[in-house]
C-alpha cells in the first residue's frame, strides 16, 4: 500500500501561483511513477501532469504547458506541482496519484493510477 496525504491548496485570485505537496509513505515511493489528476464539478477527471519514477521525463496536458511543473523528490518521498498563472478553469479538486511503472513513459491513463490522495482543493477567483 502506498499512502498519499497532498496539501498546498487553497484560494488564489486569477494570475496567482500555488504550489501543491504530495506527501507519500508506505511502500518505497522511488519505484512509483506519479500524476496530478484533477476533477473540476460535473466533469471528469483528468491528468494534469505526471512524472516517472526518476523524475526524468514528465507529462503535461495541453492545458497547463507553460504554466505548471511537476517534479519529485525521492529521498523526501514527495511530489511537488507548482502552478503559475492561474485561471478560473483550473479550478477543481486535486489528486495526487501513484501508479506502477509498467513502461518508461510518464504519461498513463487515470484508470491506471492505484493509489490515491484524499483529495486538494484549488479555487481560482477572477
Known amino acids: 500500500q502506498v499512502q498519499l496525504v497532498e496539501s498546498g491548496g487553497g484560494l488564489v485570485q486569477a494570475g496567482g501561483s500555488l504550489r501543491l505537496s504530495c506527501a507519500a509513505s508506505g511502500r518505497t515511493f522511488a519505484n512509483y511513477a506519479m500524476g496530478w489528476i484533477r476533477q473540476a464539478p460535473g466533469k471528469e477527471r483528468e491528468l494534469v501532469a505526471s512524472?516517472?519514477?526518476?523524475?526524468?521525463?514528465?507529462y503535461y496536458a495541453d492545458s497547463v504547458k507553460g504554466r505548471f511543473t511537476i517534479s519529485r523528490d525521492n529521498a523526501k518521498n514527495t511530489m511537488y506541482l507548482q502552478m503559475n498563472s492561474l485561471k478560473t478553469e483550473d479550478t477543481a479538486l486535486y489528486y495526487c496519484?501513484?501508479?506502477?511503472?509498467?513502461?518508461?513513459?510518464?504519461?498513463?491513463?487515470?484508470?491506471?493510477?492505484?493509489?490515491w490522495g484524499q483529495g486538494n482543493q484549488v479555487t481560482v477567483s477572477s
Open positions: 496519484g501513484a501508479r506502477w511503472p509498467y513502461s518508461s513513459s510518464a504519461y498513463a491513463s487515470v484508470s491506471q493510477y492505484e493509489y
Open positions: 512524472i516517472s519514477t526518476s523524475g526524468s521525463s514528465t
